[in-house]
């Protein structure tokens, strides 16, 4: 993991694709990297639940790492959640193993939105502890601080805890579009401090999870939706770290979801990624899209599609390869590594020097 002296995360692979820079070779991470498919991620988490984890330094340290270690990706991701920004500022959530986040009491009037605590930025000493450790530990390797978009965290506290067609959350939107606005103004705010603690503690880059937009119309999206996304990384000020945008199902919004502040678009399995560097524009690199689902496959397969996604990325200005959405709890985590190991051979300089049409 560690690497010469000389070598900075500022010049890691995984930046410099983000700005579409010259790379040695692609980089390579998996959204949730760390969780479940790892036994050793099992055997740390027993006994301790997952929202008290993600608030201990000494067991977010270790579980950002081991994938790292473990796989030789080239970059690692805070081990947190989503909805950890508003359980730090008093929010009664829990998150259910095999559920997801279950919200106590659901925000369904205007005096719900209202009672919603902000969050203090000195009760996130437990991050900037955890978030110097780890850059101290990875040295030339990114760590990659992340946060919830407004929209996704909307969905949470509206349903009171997943759901598929995200109705209640669009009922809201329509009813009661000045109480929408507010939520997500409030939820911009907690999630740009927590993505500037994470910043300013060290991290390289940053990513923004809107993972559920894609359930949204992109009139919808543009007008009720991007303010508030912009308004988190605006919140970042002039803090120099590439900026990660994501979402499922998004293919009608990948414009969008550049133009709200993004240098990259992180794209599902849905659309190919020639394709989404059409939509998307010159000026943004591109993060995706292996379907995780792929990894369940035999060997065979895994490697026609790695190697087919490689491909449709040289349309884009930069990629760095990753799954369509996270990594699924029964992928076997030996199939990772293998992914790891084919995207750097297919990508290393010198193949390309002698790939012809290059
Ligand atoms: O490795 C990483 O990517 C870093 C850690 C990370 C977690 N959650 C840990 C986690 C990240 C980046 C997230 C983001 C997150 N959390 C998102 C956005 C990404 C996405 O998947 O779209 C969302 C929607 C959530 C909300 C959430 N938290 C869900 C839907 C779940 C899954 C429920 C389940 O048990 O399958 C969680 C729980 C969660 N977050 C786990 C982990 C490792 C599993 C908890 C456990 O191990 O007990």
């Known amino acids: ?37 790892l036994p050793e991620y099992r055997e740390l988490r027993a006994g301790t639940k997952m929202l008290d984890a993600c608030q201990d330094p000494d067991l977010i340290t270790e579980i950002t790492l081991q994938p790292v270690r473990r796989h030789g990706v080239d970059a690692a991701i805070f081990f947190s959640d989503i909805v950890l920004p508003l359980v730090v500022a008093g929010v009664d959530i829990e998150i259910k193993p095999g559920v997801g986040p279950v919200v106590a009491s659901p925000v369904r009037t205007v005096a719900d939105v209202d009672a919603l605590p902000d969050l203090d930025p000195d009760r996130l000493g437990f991050l900037e502890t955890a978030v110097r450790r780890l850059v101290a530990e990875l040295g030339a390797t990114p760590l990659i601080g992340f946060a919830g978009a407004p929209f996704t965290l909307a969905t949470y506290l509206i349903e009171g805890g997943p759901s598929k067609e995200h109705a209640g959350t669009k009922a809201f939107m329509y009813a009661e579009p000045e109480a929408w606005s507010r939520l997500l103004q409030k939820l911009s705010v907690s999630s740009s401090t927590f993505l500037r603690a994470q910043v300013d503690a060290g991290a390289s880059a940053v990513q923004l999870f809107d993972s559920w937009a894609g359930v949204l119309s992109a009139a919808d999206y543009a007008e009720r939706v991007l303010p508030h996304s912009r308004a988190v990384f605006d919140g970042l000020g002039e803090r120099d770290v590439p900026r990660i945008h994501f979402g499922v199902g998004t293919g009608e919004l990948l414009p969008l979801i550049g133009d709200a502040g993004a240098d990259v678009v992180g794209v599902d399995w849905r659309v190919p990624l020639d394709e989404a560097a059409r939509r998307v524009g010159p000026g943004r690199s591109l993060q995706g899209n292996l379907d995780p689902a792929v990894l369940l496959a035999d060997r065979k397969t895994v490697d026609r599609e790695v190697r087919r996604v490689v491909e449709q990325a040289k ?19 030996g199939v990772l590594t293998h992914v790891v190991e084919l995207v750097h051979e297919l990508t290393a300089s010198s193949a390309h020097a002698t790939t012809p049409g290059r």
Do not use: C, K, Y
């Open 1 to 37: 993991m560690s690497a010469p002296a000389s070598a900075s995360p500022a010049d890691s692979d995984l930046v410099r694709a983000a700005r579409g820079l010259p790379v040695s070779r692609t980089p390579v991470w998996f959204m949730r990297q760390a969780g479940r498919s």
């Open 315 to 333: 349309a884009a200005r930069g990629h760095i390869f990753n799954l369509g959405h996270g990594v699924l709890p029964e992928t076997d985590p």
